[in-house]
Structures are given as structure tokens and as C-alpha cells.
């Protein structure tokens, strides 16, 4: 069971109350699930991430595979299965192949990727296994993406690390599982 419970009117911040409202009244009811469920308890912040998404996703030079991708690598590497579960059918449809997305998924080596996926992946291993990406890598996704797209791949795992944060904390249940789950140590 989720640590927090929906977010209801009276636990909103006063000066938030009204964004609140504007959210439930957009929904039809407080999000009851999922980051936006946790995010929902201060409004102003569930806004600000809904336009930096809204960005990412739509006006960015990101395809939507890429998009995909980054949000596996981020869920996989963080051990969340709710975004693993949310995004896998996605990346499916955006044409992720079904052997890549179960190589990510049990951590196993890689089918024979493009390039540019194997920067991402790359990109994303080494940042959250390190912490650090080396110059190699970093020249690759540069090469691949642009400084432009470098910057908005970063931002994009960035904003996947605060949602799953919020979500690995508060420990969420899946609504309904449609994909294997991540094996988890």
C-alpha cells in the first residue's frame, strides 16, 4: 500500500489550493495514482513537472524511441518497477525491439543495437553506475544528439530520477502488472 494517501484539499499548502483545484477539476478527482499522485501534494511542483515533461516529450528534438528508451534505462538502472511497468508497452509501440527491452529488463548483454541506442544506454549506465560519464561517452551522445539533444537527454533522465524517486520512497503499488517484473536484488 502506498505510503501516502491521496492528496486531498486540506493538505494542500493555502496558496496552492487553487492549482489543486484546477488539477482535480482537469482529472476529475485528485491523481490516485503514480508519481503525479505523490506530486499532487504540492501543486505548484506537479505543474512545473507537467510543462517540463509536456517539453520533453513534445517539443524537444527527442524521438519518441529515444524518449522511451531513456525512460527504461532510468527505471531500469533505479529499480522502479511502476515506471518499468508504465513504459515498456510504450517503448514497444515506439519501436523499441522486444529482445532489447528484455535485455534491459533482466540486465543481460545487449542484441545488436544502433548506435545511437547504444550511446543512450551507454550515457545512462555509466551515469548511475558511476556517477560520473567518461569522455568517451559523452563525445559519443554528442555525436549522436547534438549539444542541444545532450542537454535535453540529461534533463529527461533528470526528471525520471526526481518521478522515481517520489516513487521508489513511497513504495506504490501496480494498478494492474502488464510486464514481467525487473529481477531485483
Request: hydrophobic residues 40%; neutral net charge; charged residues 25%.
Amino acid at each position: 500500500m502506498p505510503r501516502l494517501a491521496v492528496a486531498t484539499r486540506d493538505k494542500i499548502p493555502e496558496k496552492q489550493v487553487g492549482l489543486f483545484d484546477e488539477i482535480v477539476k482537469e482529472l476529475g478527482a485528485a491523481p490516485d495514482i503514480g508519481p503525479r499522485s505523490i506530486l499532487a501534494y504540492v501543486p505548484k511542483v506537479y505543474r512545473l513537472e507537467e510543462k517540463l515533461r509536456d517539453y520533453l516529450t513534445k517539443e524537444s528534438t527527442l524521438s519518441g524511441d529515444i524518449v522511451e528508451l531513456t525512460i527504461l534505462v532510468t527505471a531500469r538502472e533505479l529499480d522502479c518497477q511502476y515506471v518499468w511497468n508504465s513504459h515498456a508497452a510504450s517503448a514497444r509501440k515506439a519501436g523499441i525491439s522486444n529482445a532489447l527491452i528484455d535485455a534491459l529488463r533482466e540486465d543481460r548483454a545487449l542484441p545488436k543495437v544502433s548506435d545511437r541506442y547504444l550511446a543512450l544506454i551507454n550515457y545512462g549506465r555509466e551515469f548511475f553506475r558511476t556517477h560520473r560519464v567518461s569522455a568517451g561517452t559523452f563525445a559519443m551522445v554528442k555525436e549522436h544528439f547534438g549539444e542541444r539533444g545532450l542537454v535535453e537527454l540529461s534533463v529527461l533522465f533528470g526528471d525520471y530520477i526526481m518521478l522515481i524517486t517520489l516513487l521508489n520512497a513511497n513504495d506504490p503499488q501496480l494498478r494492474a502488472r502488464t510486464e514481467p517484473l525487473l529481477p531485483i536484488c
